[in-house]
């Protein structure tokens, strides 16, 4: 006897949230962060850099350098996008043009985890309670209305705000995880419902060519995958997808026609064939991989860090995703559970062994709002209650904030927060905007008026209890993005310390640089517009840039006599770090 389903939801909760609110929603999360400011460090500004070079024709497509340096984070085709991009689009500038992939990527991450939901939802196992005396909710506007709680959940993620909006691989990647478990999603929906239908006595022939949509969508990201520093990654998803075909054919096999059987094996083979290639690509081609040589199992973070960044960085879609697992636990092999699970225990065993754990951690955020969205149609309505006053009082507070410090640093008064600002960020000059000021009233006033609809409407939704949640998040990276764009780009930037460079030198043909990171290099090229000679002394160049921690031995490098220090520059959120700059002494 099958177990109970524990999602108890009535015709009413499913009502369906206005396409217009999901489709502004997302446009006011994706599009601030990637319109205005100059490249952030340190991924952001190096992989700009690193395009430009490709674009230029100073880096080998196939083998893309930055100014002979290798990525500081490995893969290809984002970096091949951008270049095309920048290449394309010639005229226009290319710190804003180079985004633009970016932005349509995080856009469709962001569709590809709703229609995983929408198909998983669609799942008999997967559906709530069928009441005696009828008024459960309907299949079609169950799987719609958990879909749009999933973009909701996706959207109020903390650790993709900063890391889903800049120009590298990440972004591609986590857009890619989301193709697969979409791709999979919807073959496993299809099959499942095959399996379980006896009587299917003549199968539709066009489900074959289905079933052949969603595996192409899956090769795409898997090929994405391999193709973005994540071969690992994509050889690993693509072996649960083709280990998940037995799951699903394992019973009342005899049931279905002799066309539904070969719908189901096409659809095993599909993903074979995949894992295949994905194992074949990992053996012939030298692909960049974004972990180190070495791939022992012992974990590079501390597992109180690690439980910490995970706890933080997935908020609110782990809590959920633990609550979900807790409630469907009479059916963890059921699809809509076992398929975004083990991407999820893929991901986070990834998380520990990887040399960037912040940045591997973004792969796990679509298979946890997956797996999140489930939780919603078992949560009593105390716990929502919950989940919406926390949400109200933290966006809130944060917005508040936001708009508290804005004001300081423009009129000085509050004074307290004024200096703070001054004393945290020095040399900052504030600039008053107007066009971002009015957009931030306008969605300030948005924001207000949803919290107000959320405390005044009655009518029950399985999505409502996360407006709140993806509505503050929106606010509030809107507000930074706006409000404290100046400010973000003075601390987060290397264009202040380009410019401080810029005027310290002397006009020079080029200049000699040791220690400087690819970010930092890249904001050197690109302001003072000279060649960049890293790691190696040019006679041609009259300048020299060292860092600090690369100046203990510099007397062994250079003939110190014939340099004169010109400046100590560094930057005022990381003041360990300072850049000596060096002008070479012209002889008598």
């Not at 599009?31 to 395009?51: C, N, T, V």
């Not at 005696?132 to 993709?160: H, K, T």
């Not at 410019?499 to 690109?526: H, K, M, W, Y």
Request: include cysteine.
């Amino acid at each position: 006897m099958n177990p109970p389903s524990p999602a108890l939801v009535t015709q009413a909760a499913v009502r369906r949230l206005p396409r217009w609110a999901l489709i502004l929603l997302s446009l006011l999360y994706v599009l601030p962060g990637y319109i205005g400011r100059e490249p952030w460090k340190e991924a952001d500004a190096a992989a700009f850099g690193l395009m430009s070079g490709l674009a230029n024709g100073s880096s080998e497509w196939l083998s893309p350098r930055f100014l002979g340096l290798e990525p500081d984070i490995a893969g290809l085709l984002p970096y091949w996008v951008g270049a095309l991009f920048i290449k394309v689009f010639g005229a226009l500038d290319p710190e804003f043009v180079v985004r633009i992939p970016f932005a349509l990527m995080l856009a469709a991450a962001i569709a590809s985890v709703w229609y995983a939901v929408y198909h998983l939802a669609h799942l008999p196992k997967a559906q709530p309670v069928v009441f005696a005396f009828g008024g459960q909710a309907d299949r079609r506007d169950y799987a719609r209305a958990m879909g749009d709680a999933a973009l909701l959940i996706f959207i109020a993620c903390l650790g993709l705000a900063h890391i889903g909006h800049e120009t590298a691989v990440d972004v591609f990647n986590v857009a890619f995880t989301g193709f697969i478990l979409a791709a999979l999603a919807q073959t496993t929906a299809q099959t499942v419902r095959l399996r379980e239908a006896s009587e299917y006595e003549a199968f539709p022939k066009p489900v074959v060519s289905s079933l052949l949509r969603p595996v192409a969508l899956g090769a795409l990201g898997l090929t994405g995958l391999l193709l973005s520093g994540q071969p690992f990654m994509a050889l690993t998803f693509s072996l649960l997808a083709t280990l998940s075909t037995p799951l699903l054919i394992s019973r009342r096999w005899h049931a279905i026609s002799t066309d539904g059987r070969r719908a189901i094996m096409t659809f095993g083979m599909g993903w074979a064939v995949l894992t295949t290639a994905v194992a074949l690509a990992l053996w012939v081609f030298n692909l960049p991989v974004s972990y180190p040589t070495e791939l022992g199992l012992a974990p590079r973070l501390g597992w109180y860090r690690w439980l910490k960044l995970v706890l933080w960085f997935a908020w609110p879609a782990m809590p959920l995703a633990l609550w979900a697992l807790w409630q469907w636990r009479r059916q963890w092999l059921t699809a809509h559970i076992a398929v975004p699970l083990s991407f999820i225990a893929v991901a986070l065993v990834h998380t520990v062994i990887a040399a960037d754990a912040t940045r591997t951690m973004l792969l796990a955020l679509p298979p946890l709002v997956v797996m999140a969205s489930f939780a919603l149609p078992t949560l009593k309505r105390r716990v929502t209650a919950w989940i919406d006053w926390f949400a109200l009082l933290f966006f809130s507070g944060s917005g508040v904030l936001i708009w508290i410090i804005w004001l300081a640093i423009h009129t000085g008064f509050p004074a307290q927060p004024a200096a703070n600002v001054a004393r945290l960020a020095p040399g900052f000059e504030a600039s008053f905007s107007a066009l971002p000021t009015i957009l931030a009233l306008i969605v300030t006033g948005m924001w207000i008026a949803l919290v107000r609809w959320r405390t005044g409407s009655v009518k029950p939704a399985i999505w409502k209890g996360m407006v709140l949640s993806a509505g503050g998040s929106a606010w509030c990276w809107l507000l930074l993005t706006t409000l404290w764009l100046p400010l973000l780009n003075h601390g987060l930037s290397y264009g202040p310390l380009a410019r401080e460079v810029s005027a310290t030198l002397s006009p020079t043909a080029c200049v000699n640089t040791i220690g400087l990171s690819q970010a930092q290099l890249s904001a050197v090229q690109s302001h003072l517009s000279v060649k960049v000679v890293p790691e190696q002394l040019s006679n041609d160049c009259d300048a020299l840039l060292v860092t600090s921690d690369a100046s203990g031995n510099l007397g062994d490098r250079i003939n110190l006599p014939n340099w004169a220090l010109q400046a100590r520059l560094w930057q005022w959120n990381n003041r360990s770090q300072i850049v000596y700059v060096y002008q070479r002494l012209k002889p008598l």
